[in-house]
C-alpha cells in the first residue's frame, strides 16, 4: 500500500527448523501426483490406480480404486509401536482426567463398534446423529461409525433441539448418539432433555437414542425412555472383548458429514469423503502443524466443528500423536486454566481461534505467566487475526521462539489451505500466507479477472485437492450453486473451466501473501463460529409479532462479529423489552444460545434494492459506524438514516 512501509516479517528460529518434519516450503512439481505424499502416510488396505478423476467436475474422485478404513488408520497400525501411547488425554472441566492409551482406544472403539453392528443392526453407510460434547465419547464413537463404515454427522453439543432435528431429517438418520450432560462453567447441564426434544421435532421416526454416561451413573435429573433409550455403558458391558474387523471403504465412501451455514436456506451437509480427507490431514498435520508422534498436541476447538474433526481426531490420531480435548470453559473455575492445562500436560502445540487470543490478551499476560509451558508451536484459525493479537501471542505465549501458524480454511476445504510451513516460511502477523503444496489459488475481481498485487478480490481455487467436499448431501445442483457457478463454466467437463468460491474477502499483497478481511456473503462469524443470516432470519421470523427481519454482522473487539437484528414488527404491534427476551429465546430454541442477538433494534423499514434484496452491507456500515457504501441500488435512500437513528440510540 502506498505511504505504508513494508510490514517486518518473521523468521522461524533454526531450533524450531532442526526439530521440524518438514523442513523446506513443498512445492507440487507434478499436479495432482503431488498428492500421494499426504496419501502415502495412511496404510491402504488396497493401492490406488489413479490420484484424480476429474472427467466430471465438479465431481472430483480422489485416489481412486484404493481402499482403506479411516479407524484402522487412526488406531490399530499404531499398536504394534506404541500401544501403551496416550492417544488422547481428556481433561474435565472439574479437573478430573484421564489418558487413553491406543490400545485403550483400540479396546474401546470395537467394542463399541460391536454394539452399534450387533445391536442396533448399523449396516454400512448408514448416517449416524452425534450429538456429544467434549467429552472422550465423541471421538470413540466417531471412530467406532468409521471402522463399520457408517458415516457420522455430529451436531455440535451447542446447538439446539431442533438443529439436531433438521440435520436428522436432511441425513435421513434415525439413530442418535448423545450423553446424560456434562458440565460447563460449573454447572451440569442436562443435554439429554434436547435429544428428547430433536426425536419430538424430527420429521424422521428416531428408533434409537444410545446415552453415554458421564459419570458412573446416569445423572439423576436425566429420565429415560424405556424400549427407545439405551445407555451405551450397559452395552458395551456385554460386548468385552470383541473385536470388529475394521471394514476396508472405498477412498471416495463418505467419511461424515459435518453440517454448516450457508448464503440462502437451512445448513447444508459437507459430505466428506474417507481416503482424499484422511490423506489431506495427515499431511497437514505433518507438514503445517508440525506433528510428530512423541508430541502433545492441544486444539482447542470443540470437535463439534469441522477444526475439531480434521485437527484434533482425524489428523492427530492419523499421525499417531496425543491428543488433548479439554471439556470446559477457559476461565473456569479461573483465568489461567489454559495455562494450568498446558502445564500440567507439558503441552508441545497449541491451536486456537482470534477469538480467544484476543480475550486472553485481555485477561493479561499475567496469567499465563503464573505456568510454566514451553510451546512449540502455535496455531490460529478460524478468522482473521488483527495485527496485534497476534504480536500478543507470539510474546506473550510462544516467547517469541514458537512461530504462529495462521490457518486459513472452510469446513467444506477439510484442511488448511493457505498458511505458511512454519519452519522455513516467515510469518506475517496478519497476514495468513500463502497457498501450500498442491492447492492453485487466485484472487479475482468482480467479472472474475485477477486482481494485481496491492489489491484486493474474491478468493478462488482453481484446481481441486483431496480434502474438499465431495458435494452437498443430497443436493448435487445446491453444491454448484454454492461454491462453483459464478466463476465456472458449468457447461464444460474441463477441470480447468471450474473455480471454486469460498466467498472470503481479500488482500493479495506485493509478496504474495493472502491477508484475509472477512466473508463475503452472508455468513457471519460469531467468535470463530460459522453462522448464517438467513438461519437467524428465520428463527426470529417464527416469533408471531414480527413481520420481517433482517440481521447482520457487527465488529465486536472480542468475537470479531455478532450478530444485530433490524425488527420490522406487525401493524399495530409495539416494540418492548419482553419482545426482545422473546427474539431471543426463539434464537435459541431454533438455533442455540451462541446465535443470540447482540442488538435488536425495532425499525419501520430494511434498506433492500429495488429488486426487493435486503442489502445487509448497508446495515453493516451503519453498525459499524462507517460511511454507507454504494447505495445506487437502493430503492428507498431514506432508510439508512432512519435506522442510522435508532442504532445511535443505543449508542
Ligand atoms: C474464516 C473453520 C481468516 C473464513 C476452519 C472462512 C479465516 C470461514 C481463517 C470458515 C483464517 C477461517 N483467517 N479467516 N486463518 N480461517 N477463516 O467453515 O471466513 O467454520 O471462510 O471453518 O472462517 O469457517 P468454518
Redesign the pocket.
Known amino acids: 500500500m502506498a505511504g505504508k512501509k513494508e510490514q517486518q516479517k518473521i523468521k522461524p528460529t533454526q531450533e524450531f527448523k532442526e526439530q521440524a518434519n518438514t523442513k523446506d516450503r513443498v512445492e507440487c512439481q507434478n499436479y495432482p501426483q503431488c498428492f500421494e505424499r499426504y496419501a502415502n502416510l495412511l496404510d491402504w488396505k488396497e493401492n490406488w490406480d489413479k490420484v484424480l478423476d476429474a472427467t466430471n467436475p465438479p465431481f472430483y474422485k480422489w485416489f481412486v480404486g484404493g481402499k482403506l478404513n479411516a479407524s484402522y488408520n487412526c488406531i490399530d497400525r499404531h499398536l504394534e509401536e506404541r500401544k501403551d501411547q496416550t492417544a488422547i488425554i481428556w481433561e474435565g472441566e472439574k479437573g478430573e482426567n484421564q489418558r487413553i492409551a491406543y490400545q485403550d482406544l483400540y479396546r474401546k472403539t470395537n467394542e463399541l463398534a460391536a454394539v452399534l453392528r450387533d445391536e442396533l443392526d448399523i449396516e454400512e453407510d448408514e448416517v449416524i446423529t452425534l450429538h456429544l460434547p467434549m467429552l472422550p465419547a465423541l471421538p470413540i464413537t466417531m471412530l467406532a461409525c468409521a471402522r463399520i463404515g457408517a458415516p457420522h454427522s455430529e451436531v455440535f453439543a451447542g446447538f439446539s433441539a431442533k438443529a439436531v432435528a433438521e440435520r436428522m431429517d436432511d441425513a435421513k438418520s434415525n439413530i442418535l448418539i448423545t450423553c446424560d450432560g456434562y458440565y460447563r462453567r460449573g454447572k451440569f447441564l442436562n443435554h439429554k432433555e434436547k435429544a428428547d426434544k430433536a426425536v419430538e421435532e424430527a420429521d424422521i421416526d428416531v428408533d434409537k437414542v444410545l446415552i453415554w454416561k458421564r459419570n458412573d451413573e446416569i445423572h439423576p435429573e436425566v429420565d429415560l425412555k424405556e424400549d427407545r433409550d439405551l445407555i451405551v455403558q450397559d452395552l458395551l458391558d456385554n460386548k468385552k472383548g470383541e473385536r470388529v474387523e475394521p471394514v476396508p471403504r472405498n477412498s471416495e465412501d463418505l467419511l461424515f458429514l459435518m453440517y454448516?451455514?450457508g448464503t440462502t436456506g437451512k445448513p447444508k451437509g459437507c459430505q466428506h469423503r474417507t481416503g482424499g480427507y484422511l490423506a489431506y490431514v495427515a499431511g497437514t498435520s505433518r507438514d503445517i502443524h508440525d506433528i510428530h508422534p512423541e508430541d502433545t498436541y492441544w486444539c482447542m476447538a470443540d470437535i463439534g466443528?469441522?477444526?475439531g474433526h480434521?485437527y484434533i481426531v482425524y489428523g492427530p490420531l492419523a499421525l499417531g500423536t496425543t491428543t488433548v480435548m479439554y471439556e470446559g470453559a477457559p476461565d473456569y473455575p479461573n483465568k489461567g486454566r489454559t495455562w494450568e492445562i498446558a502445564e500440567k500436560y507439558d503441552i508441545d502445540t497449541l491451536n486456537t481461534s482470534?477469538t480467544a487470543i484476543r480475550m486472553f490478551s485481555k485477561w493479561g499476560k499475567e496469567y499465563p505467566e503464573q505456568y510454566d509451558f514451553d510451546f512449540k508451536l502455535l496455531g490460529?484459525?478460524?478468522?482473521?487475526?488483527q495485527e496485534e493479537a497476534w504480536e500478543w501471542y507470539y510474546k506473550n505465549i510462544g516467547k517469541r521462539k514458537a512461530p504462529v501458524v495462521?490457518?486459513?480454511?472452510?469446513?467444506?476445504?477439510g484442511g488448511n489451505l493457505?498458511?505458511t510451513y512454519p519452519a522455513s516460511d516467515e510469518m506475517k502477523p496478519g497476514a495468513?500466507g500463502k497457498p501450500i503444496m498442491g492447492i492453485e489459488a487466485a484472487v479475482y475481481d468482480e467479472e472474475g479477472k485477477e486482481i494485481d498485487p496491492g489489491e484486493q478480490g474474491s478468493i478462488v481455487i482453481t484446481k481441486p485437492w483431496p480434502g474438499m467436499l465431495q458435494t452437498i448431501y443430497g443436493n448435487d445442483e445446491r453444491f454448484i450453486s454454492e461454491y462453483w457457478e459464478n466463476y465456472s463454466d458449468t457447461e464444460s467437463d474441463e477441470m480447468e473451466d471450474w473455480v471454486y468460491e469460498?466467498?472470503?474477502e481479500v488482500r493479495l499483497e506485493e509478496d504474495g501473501y493472502y491477508r484475509?478481511?472477512?466473508?463475503k456473503d452472508e455468513?457471519m462469524?460469531v467468535a470463530?463460529?460459522?453462522l448464517g443470516t438467513g438461519e437467524l432470519e428465520d428463527a426470529i421470523t417464527e416469533v408471531p409479532e414480527v413481520a420481517e427481519v433482517a440481521v447482520a454482522a457487527r465488529k465486536h473487539a472480542e468475537k470479531g462479529e455478532v450478530p444485530d437484528a433490524y425488527v420490522i414488527l406487525k401493524q399495530d404491534t409495539d416494540g418492548s423489552d419482553e419482545l426482545r427476551e422473546k427474539i431471543t429465546k426463539s434464537v435459541e430454541t431454533e438455533i442455540g444460545p451462541i446465535a443470540r442477538p447482540y442488538n435488536i433494534f425495532f425499525v419501520e423499514d430494511v434498506p433492500k434494492t429495488r429488486s426487493g434484496k435486503i442489502m445487509r452491507r448497508l446495515l453493516e456500515d451503519i453498525s459499524n459506524q462507517e460511511p454507507l457504501g454504494d447505495i445506487t441500488t437502493l430503492k428507498d435512500p431514506e432508510v439508512p438514516e432512519q435506522i442510522r437513528e435508532k442504532v445511535r440510540s443505543i449508542e
Do not use: C
Open positions: 454448516t451455514s466443528w469441522i477444526t480434521s482470534p490460529t484459525v478460524g478468522e482473521p487475526i495462521d490457518k486459513w480454511w472452510q469446513t467444506e476445504t493457505i498458511t495468513a469460498p466467498e472470503d484475509f478481511l472477512g466473508r455468513v462469524n470463530g463460529h460459522r
